[in-house]
């Protein structure tokens, strides 16, 4: 069973800055599409950014656009999520996706997910 763990999560004041990290158990999902998604309380979880090896090979929820940037290492199996001028509204769980195709927006897509990782921005 493929696992995901997140890491980088914790507690930054407006304007700061946060690095998510992603690293999963085993290669067999190297060459996935990796994205983050979010999910606020009383809210649905929402796509933020996702990575894959074709092009254009980044997307980006509007809402973050300019200051989130995710990438990926394919040698070590991890996908980085840093998030720079945050905003209260940003305050979510943040969960690392893996899936072998579909929509990037769309959670039904996924194949694969990390138990999540909270992102708190204070105002």
């Known amino acids: 069973q493929v696992q995901l763990v997140e890491s980088g999560g914790g507690l930054v004041q407006a304007g700061g800055s946060l690095r998510l990290s992603c690293a999963a158990s085993?290669?067999?999902?190297?060459?996935?599409?990796k994205a983050w998604f979010r999910q606020a309380p009383g809210k649905e979880r929402e796509f933020v950014a996702a990575t894959t090896l074709y092009a254009p090979y980044t997307s980006y929820a509007d809402s973050v656009k300019g200051r989130f940037t995710i990438s990926r290492d394919n040698a070590k199996n991890t996908v980085t999520l840093e998030m720079n001028s945050l905003k209260p509204e940003d305050t979510a769980v943040y969960y690392c996706?893996?899936?072998?195709?579909?929509?990037?927006?769309?959670?039904?897509?996924?194949?694969?997910w990390g138990q999540g990782t909270q992102v708190t921005v204070s105002s």
């Open positions: 085993k290669r067999t999902i190297i060459f996935y599409n």
């Open positions: 996706a893996a899936a072998r195709a579909g929509t990037l927006t769309t959670t039904t897509s996924y194949d694969y």
